[in-house]
């Protein structure tokens, strides 16, 4: 058993998740996937996704892709664990494009994992290699190193494995990997046992490809 999480980003409006999901579903009823499947969109969608999936197989999740440090209260425009405690089950925490563009760091991201947790939120934590500093006891780790992300660069499961083993994670920990993974690489990596499941970016965005990629397992 594999885990799958689409994370849309910034990406799709209403129509277009609705689209999204009237053919993932069409799909994903063909193939009968014992996987778990974890799809994050924009905040703005998230409650209209989870009606799409309500009466949906307990194997597809929806989370977020990032949540506030704050609990609820005067900050204009956030959004908090405690607005999302009954939308979601899972939170991405620490994606790169967070802590690029939005200045995240050890701190800020101690406190979203807090957050999380407070709501009983799980946070998929993500690393971008040995060189971040924290790491939190997740029970979801996935590393994304920045040269993939988004570029078409995948790297190869074999680095992949060693990065994995520097870490020295719980035996509980699920390793997540995620960069440019797509229905063509996507079995290199399910192969291995040690590979628990993978983040996927641009090729969640369209549904075929999506499932092409549950369906290899
Ligand atoms: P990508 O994105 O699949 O487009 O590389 C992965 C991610 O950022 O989670």
Same mark, same amino acid.
């Given at each position: 058993?594999?885990?799958?999480?689409?994370?849309?980003?910034?990406?799709?409006?209403?129509?277009?998740?609705?689209?999204?999901?009237?053919?993932?579903?069409?799909?994903?009823?063909?193939?009968?996937?014992?996987?778990?499947?974890?799809?994050?969109?924009?905040?703005?969608?998230?409650?209209?996704?989870?009606?799409?999936?309500?009466?949906?197989?307990?194997?597809?999740?929806?989370?977020?892709?990032?949540?506030?440090?704050?609990?609820?209260?005067?900050?204009?425009?956030?959004?908090?664990?405690?607005?999302?405690?009954?939308?979601?089950?899972?939170?991405?925490?620490?994606?790169?494009?967070?802590?690029?563009?939005?200045?995240?760091? *050890? &701190?800020?991201?101690?406190?979203? !994992?807090?957050? %999380?947790?407070?709501?009983? #939120?799980?946070? /998929?934590?993500? +690393?971008?290699?040995?060189?971040?500093?924290?790491?939190?006891?997740?029970?979801?780790?996935?590393?994304?190193?920045?040269?993939?992300?988004?570029?078409?660069?995948?790297?190869?499961?074999?680095?992949?494995?060693?990065?994995?083993?520097?870490?020295?994670?719980?035996?509980?920990?699920?390793?997540?990997?995620?960069?440019?993974?797509?229905?063509?690489?996507?079995?290199?990596?399910?192969?291995? *046992? &040690?590979?628990?499941?993978?983040? !996927?970016?641009? %090729?969640?965005?369209?549904? #075929?490809?999506? /499932?092409?990629? +549950?369906?290899?397992?």
């Amino acid at each position: 058993m594999k885990y799958f999480i689409a994370n849309w980003k910034a990406n799709k409006n209403l129509k277009e998740a609705e689209e999204w999901f009237q053919i993932f579903i069409r799909e994903l009823h063909r193939i009968q996937t014992p996987n778990i499947i974890i799809i994050c969109p924009p905040s703005a969608l998230i409650y209209s996704t989870k009606q799409f999936i309500k009466n949906e197989p307990q194997n597809i999740f929806i989370g977020s892709q990032d949540i506030s440090i704050f609990d609820q209260g005067s900050y204009t425009g956030e959004v908090t664990g405690y607005s999302l405690q009954d939308l979601v089950n899972f939170a991405i925490i620490g994606h790169s494009e967070r802590r690029n563009y939005f200045h995240e760091n *050890d &701190e800020s991201l101690n406190n979203k !994992i807090k957050q %999380a947790r407070k709501y009983n #939120i799980e946070p /998929i934590f993500c +690393i971008r290699g040995q060189t971040d500093k924290i790491l939190p006891e997740v029970k979801f780790l996935a590393y994304e190193p920045v040269e993939a992300v988004g570029t078409g660069l995948n790297e190869e499961p074999e680095k992949v494995l060693e990065v994995k083993k520097s870490l020295g994670l719980d035996q509980s920990a699920k390793f997540l990997y995620g960069g440019s993974v797509n229905e063509n690489n996507v079995n290199n990596y399910l192969k291995y *046992d &040690e590979i628990d499941g993978l983040l !996927i970016g641009t %090729a969640s965005l369209d549904p #075929i490809q999506f /499932i092409n990629i +549950i369906k290899t397992v």
